[in-house]
C-alpha cells in the first residue's frame, strides 16, 4: 500500500460566483457532487459535515508569538493544505478505490488566537462562549433551552487547576493532522504522523510554540468496531447532513422512527472573514481532553448488576447494567424492553413506546444527550427546537489501549470534539441543562452516568433507576460516580480556508 498525501483537486474550479449564495442555513441533505455547492465545499474546512475517518491523529495547540506578520504569514502557508469538505470526499473516494492514504490537515482558532494574528473585532466571529474562552469561568451563561434560564458562572462545573499544564496556557490555535486507514498497521501511520509534525515544528520555530500534542486514534473492538475506553461502540449516532448518508440510513433500517438529517446551519456560520460574505463559512469547536476511569466503570458496573439482580431476583450480568448507563449494548444495539421492536435498530428509533423510560432510562446517557422527542411529549418543546440543541460529534481516544487496568485513573480517554453553530445552546445546553440536571427529564432522573459527574452533588447523581425487566417493574438506588475527568479543553472557530489564505496578502 503506498503512502501518499497527494491533493486532490485543491485549486479546481477558481473562477467560482462568491457573491450569489449557493446555500441555505435551513438546507440539509447536500449533495457534495453538486457543482452549485462546489463554492461552498471548496472552502469549508472538512472533518465538519463529516468525521475525517482518519484512524489516528495529532492534535497540536499553539501558542503564537508577537510577531504578528509571521503568524499571518504561517498560517497564510498552511492554508494551501487544509483538507476542505470537497477534497476530504475526494480522497475518500480515492482510497476505496486504490487503497491510497492521505493526510488530513485541519485548523482553527481560539478567540486569543485571532488576536494573535491581528484580525479585526468585526472579523472575528461573535459567539459568546468562544469569545470567552473555556477557561474563562466568571463568565455567564444562560444553558436554559431556549436561553430562558437565569445566568450562571462556570456552568460545566470545571476545576482548572485539575487541568493538564499546557491546558492552563493561553492557547491560539489548534492544528489538527490525521492519517491512516483501517487496514494500516498503527505503526506506519504513527510513523508517518511523527514526520509530519516534525515538519511542522521545523517550519513554526520562531514562529509559535507548540504547547502539546495530543495524539488520538480510533480504538476498535474484536469486530472492527469503532468503540470508545469502556468499550461501547462510538460515533453511531450522529446528525447527518449528506444525501448519500441519509440515503443510506434509509436503506439500512429506515428513518421513520427517527430522522437523522440535520441542516447546514446546524454546525455552520458565515465566516466574516472569508472571501465570500455569503460563500464562506466556518464552524465552532469545543474541545475538551476527557480521562476515562474504566476500572471504575467495570468495578461500578459488577456492583450495580449485583443490586439488579437482588431486585429482579435472578442473575443480571454487567453487560446488561453497562447497556442500561449507555442506553446501548456494547455492539450498540438498544436497550429496550423486550416487547419494543425498535431493539435491533441502531438509529432508527424513538422513546414513543417507552415514554416512562424503564426500557431506556431517562438518565442514560444516549437519552440525556438526545432526548428523540422526550422534552416534546413532557414540555410541549417543539421537536424542531429540540433537534436545533443536537451537535456533530468528531472525538477519538487516546492513551493506553488496556481495556481491563488494574488501577483506575490510567492515562486514556477521549478527546472529545463536537461542531456547531452556536456553542451555549448546542453543546452547552446538552452537558449542563441536560447531561448535569438530575430534574432532566423528570424530578430526580440523576445526572448522565458517564458525563454528567461533574455536577453530581451526592445527591443528585444517577440515583434512581425505574425499570421494568422480565416484565417487572423495580426501583434501584444506584450512582456511578467519578468515570471521566477534564483534563483541559477550548472553544475554537475553523474559520473558511480563504479566510486563511488571505492572512499573508492583506493584513486587516
Ligand atoms: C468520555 C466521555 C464520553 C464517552 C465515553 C461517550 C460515549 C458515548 C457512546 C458509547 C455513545 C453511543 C454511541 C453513539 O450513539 O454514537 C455516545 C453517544 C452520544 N454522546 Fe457521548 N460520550 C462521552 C462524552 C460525551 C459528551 C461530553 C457529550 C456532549 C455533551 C456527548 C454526547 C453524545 C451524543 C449527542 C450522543 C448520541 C446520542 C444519540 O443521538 O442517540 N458524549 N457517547
Redesign the pocket.
Same mark, same amino acid.
Given at each position: 500500500m503506498k503512502l501518499e498525501s497527494t491533493k486532490i483537486n485543491q485549486e479546481q474550479n477558481t473562477t467560482l460566483d462568491t457573491n450569489r449564495p449557493a446555500i441555505r442555513l435551513s438546507q440539509s441533505q447536500l449533495d457534495i457532487n453538486d457543482s452549485d455547492l462546489s463554492v461552498v465545499f471548496q472552502d469549508f474546512q472538512g472533518n465538519i459535515l463529516k468525521s475525517h475517518g482518519r484512524s489516528h491523529s495529532r492534535h497540536l495547540f499553539l501558542k503564537f508569538n508577537t510577531d504578528l506578520v509571521r503568524n499571518r504569514e504561517w498560517v497564510g502557508k498552511i492554508a494551501s493544505r487544509l483538507t476542505s469538505a470537497l477534497e476530504q470526499h475526494q480522497t475518500s473516494l480515492d482510497f476505496k478505490e486504490t487503497g491510497n492514504e492521505h493526510l488530513f490537515t485541519g485548523f482553527m482558532l481560539s478567540y486569543s488566537g485571532f488576536k494573535a494574528l491581528g484580525i479585526e473585532d468585526k472579523n472575528i466571529p461573535d459567539d459568546k462562549a468562544f469569545r470567552a474562552g473555556m477557561k474563562d469561568v466568571e463568565f455567564r451563561y444562560d444553558t436554559g433551552p431556549g436561553g430562558l434560564h437565569k445566568r450562571t458562572i462556570n456552568p460545566l462545573n470545571d476545576h482548572l487547576e485539575n487541568w493538564e499544564e499546557p491546558f492552563k496556557q493561553n492557547i491560539d490555535a489548534l492544528l489538527i493532522l490525521a492519517y491512516g486507514g483501517e487496514s494500516l498497521e498503527s505503526k506506519k501511520s504513527e510513523n508517518y504522523l511523527d514526520e509530519a509534525v516534525e515538519k511542522i515544528k521545523a517550519e513554526i520555530e520562531g514562529t509559535a510554540t507548540i504547547l502539546s500534542i495530543e495524539k488520538g486514534y480510533t480504538l476498535r473492538n474484536g469486530k472492527g468496531k469503532v468503540i470508545?475506553?469502556?468499550g461501547?461502540?462510538?460515533? $453511531?449516532?450522529?446528525p447527518v447532513f449528506f444525501k448519500s448518508d441519509f440515503q443510506s440510513w434509509e436503506e439500512k433500517e429506515g428513518t421513520d422512527l427517527y430522522d437523522p438529517s440535520a441542516p447546514f446551519g446546524l454546525l455552520a456560520v458565515n465566516d466574516p472573514g472569508g472571501r465570500s460574505a455569503v460563500n464562506s463559512f466556518g464552524s465552532y469547536f469545543v474541545y /475538551?481532553k +476527557?480521562q476515562?476511569n474504566i476500572k471504575g466503570f467495570n468495578d461500578q458496573t459488577k456492583q450495580f448488576a449485583s443490586l439488579l439482580s437482588d431486585a429482579v431476583g435472578r442473575e443480571i450480568d454487567s453487560e446488561f447494567a453497562g447497556a442500561l448507563a #449507555? &442506553? /446501548?449494548f456494547k455492539d &450498540?444495539t438498544l436497550v429496550a424492553n423486550s416487547n419494543q421492536n425498535t431493539k435491533s435498530l441502531l438509529?432508527n428509533f424513538n422513546y414513543d413506546e417507552d415514554i416512562e423510560g424503564l426500557g431506556c432510562p431517562f438518565q442514560s446517557? $444516549?437519552r440525556k444527550?438526545?432526548p /428523540?422527542g422526550d422534552t416534546n411529549r413532557k414540555s410541549q418543546v417543539p421537536m424542531h427546537s429540540e433537534r436545533n440543541h /443536537? $451537535?456533530a460529534?468528531r &472525538?477519538i481516544s487516546y492513551g493506553s489501549k488496556e481495556m481491563s487496568p488494574s488501577s483506575e485513573w490510567t492515562d486514556a &480517554?477521549?478527546l #472529545?470534539l *463536537?461542531c456547531q453553530s452556536d456553542i451555549e445552546q448546542q453543546?452547552l445546553v +446538552?452537558?449542563c441543562a441536560w *447531561?448535569d440536571n438530575p430534574n432532566f427529564l423528570n424530578e430526580g432522573t440523576g445526572t448522565d452516568p $458517564?458525563?454528567g459527574w461533574q455536577n453530581a452533588k451526592p445527591d443528585k447523581a444517577a440515583k434512581k433507576w425505574q425499570l421494568q425487566i422480565d416484565g417487572k417493574k423495580v426501583s434501584i438506588d444506584f450512582s456511578y460516580r467519578d468515570l471521566?475527568k477534564i483534563r483541559g479543553g477550548e472553544y475554537f472557530f475553523a474559520p473558511s480556508i480563504s479566510f486563511c489564505k488571505a492572512l499573508n496578502l492583506n493584513h486587516s
Open positions: 470508545e475506553h469502556f461501547f461502540a462510538d460515533g $453511531i449516532s450522529n /475538551r +476527557m476515562q #449507555f &442506553g /446501548r &450498540g438509529n446517557h $444516549i444527550t438526545n /428523540r /443536537r $451537535i460529534r &472525538g &480517554g477521549l #472529545f *463536537s453543546f +446538552m452537558q *447531561s $458517564i458525563t471521566v
